[in-house]
Nanobody, 121 residues
Framework: QVQLVESGGGLVQPGGSLRLSCTAS????????MGWYRQAPGKQRELVAV???????DYEESVKGRFTISRDGGKKTVYLQMSDLKSEDTAVYYC???????????????WGQGTQVTVSS
């Protein structure tokens, strides 16, 4: 099993910045990718950003140039630096991982509990 613990959400004014963090714990053999999804009220959950084991990244179109995903050297902590935040960025942000861990014979998907990001004046 893999546990994902997020931190860093909160209330910020439009144009402001926040940094989200997510740390994976458990007996992890390998992490294929880690990323962030978000879900706004009444909308489907969508991919915001992902970083893969080789370091490649992808972003949802509306956050390109404003958000940056990165990870630590151990590859078990991922960050989402969010700048120039807009009201439409308001959502619950979920950490996501594809990992191979003890108790599994293949890579599985894991989710964090979610952290609220509210952009409002």
């Amino acid at each position: 099993q893999v546990q994902l613990v997020e931190s860093g959400g909160g209330l910020v004014q439009p144009g402001g910045s926040l940094r989200l963090s997510c740390t994976a714990s458990g007996t992890i053999f390998d992490i294929n990718a880690m990323g962030w999804y978000r879900q706004a009220p009444g909308k489907q959950r969508e991919l915001v950003a992902v970083i893969r084991s080789g370091g490649s990244t992808d972003y949802e179109e509306s956050v390109k140039g404003r958000f940056t995903i990165s990870r630590d050297g151990g590859k078990k902590t991922v960050y989402l630096q969010m700048s120039d935040l807009k009201s439409e960025d308001t959502a619950v942000y979920y950490c996501h991982s594809e990992a191979w861990a003890r108790g599994s014979t293949s890579y599985m998907e894991y989710w964090g509990q979610g952290t609220q990001v509210t952009v409002s004046s």
